[in-house]
Antibody, heavy 118, light 110 residues
């Protein structure tokens, strides 16, 4: 069965960087795009962008350019989200999700809580 | 402020029916498929409707979706206490070249 398993919670100081992993299994990794979605505490879902797992080409939504980087290691079926120069308002749960038909996100990771605090 | 507009909350009694609306524009709902997601407290979102009205395997037929013009609607019949969750609509926005979500609707089953 399709599974996306994300790395564990992170506590970071302001200005630091974090790298969240999303390991996929149960399907051919390079056949489906990976989305990244942010959810700040008590808030709704925010689409951050996506990465083409075949070409490795990332696309970032407005507000997620510059400090946010999507990457892949196809040898281990894993997608990564790196955030640099962390700020307090980056505190959120970050989800990876796999494309399904009609641009939907059919499968989701369990989420990774990133807390930015001194 | 979300590109897609949903009511903040809806409520209904167990066994009853509820609908949740999602309003957009021609650049999103009007020309792209709508998906619906259920997020139970403390868990990741789960896809319950895709391509406007299709249900993934394992989603009961108590859940339905429809789309008309620039709006979409999620329907849930035979409400159960286990349906209490936040529900989000989502679609692609061709003008933004990005995915977009509604602000979410909290369903209470009283």
């Amino acid at each position: 069965q399709v599974q996306l398993v994300q790395s564990g919670s992170e506590l970071k100081n302001p200005g630091a960087s974090v790298k969240v992993s999303c390991k996929a299994s149960g399907y051919t990794f390079t056949s489906y795009a990976i989305y990244w979605v942010r959810q700040a505490p008590g808030q709704g879902l925010e689409w951050m962008g996506w990465i083409d797992t075949n070409t490795k080409n990332p696309t970032y939504a407005q507000g997620f350019t510059g400090r946010f980087v999507f990457s892949l290691d196809t040898s281990v079926s894993t997608a990564y989200l790196q955030i640099s120069s962390l700020k307090a308002d980056d505190t959120a749960v970050y989800y990876c999700a796999r494309y399904m038909s009609g641009n939907s996100a059919g499968y989701w990771g369990q989420g990774t809580l990133v807390t930015v605090s001194s | 402020q979300s590109v897609l507009t949903q009511p903040p909350s809806v409520s209904a009694a167990p066994g009853q029916k509820v609908t949740i609306s999602c309003s957009g524009s021609s650049s999103n709902i009007g020309n792209n498929y709508v998906s619906w997601y259920q997020q139970l407290p403390g868990t990741a979102p789960k896809l319950i409707i895709y391509e406007n009205n299709k249900r993934p395997s394992g989603i009961p037929d108590r859940f339905s979706g429809s789309q008309s013009g620039t709006s979409a609607t999620l329907g849930i019949t035979g409400l159960q206490t286990g349906d209490e969750a936040d529900y989000y609509c989502g679609t692609w926005d061709s003008s933004l070249s990005a995915g977009v979500f509604g602000g979410g609707t909290k369903l209470s089953v009283l």
